[in-house]
């Protein structure tokens, strides 16, 4: 009876547990990954490279993006930027960065070019790929601003230390 009377009160101890179950995972986000950044005026939904693997494959492969996605191609310090089209289906428009956020210039690059587009400015701290006229069609143009507070978020999402990217 003792021996019943135990069990049935270990029972209810551990039935009346009040812990939480332990949290799941976090779930890693990755490149595939789209996060919402300001442009000028315009909301895009934007994919972050920031890895070397990343931004070597960048949109290869792509071949349909909506109309406000692309992906912004990270950087830890400023540079003259060259991109290529090798293996890329679309057309796409680069608008290349300043550190503060102010976009310096946009080019268009043509579907599997090998031949390099350049930045003009050796002060580029990031580029952003749209598709080919998106930054004409919505009107962001040089002198216009990149929302940093977006793009931290993302970083920061993605898992990446914001800080080696911007300011």
Known sequence: ??????????????????????????????????FPVRMGQVLGQLRIAATDLEKARGLMGTTKLTD????????????????????????LDIAFIARDGTVLEVKT?????????ASSSNLVRFAIEMRAGWFGHFGVKPGDKVNLEDMRRALQARGFDVKRFLP
């Open 68 to 91: 406000e996605e692309g992906m912004a191609f990270m950087y830890e310090s400023e540079t003259q930027m060259r991109f290529w089209m090798k293996d890329t289906p679309l057309d």
């Open 109 to 117: 690059m043509t579907a599997g070019d090998t031949e390099t587009t």
């Open 1 to 34: 009876m003792i021996r019943l009377l135990f069990v049935s009160l270990a029972l209810a101890l551990v039935a009346c547990d009040s812990r939480q179950p332990s949290a799941a995972p976090a779930v890693e986000l990755g490149a595939e990954t789209r």
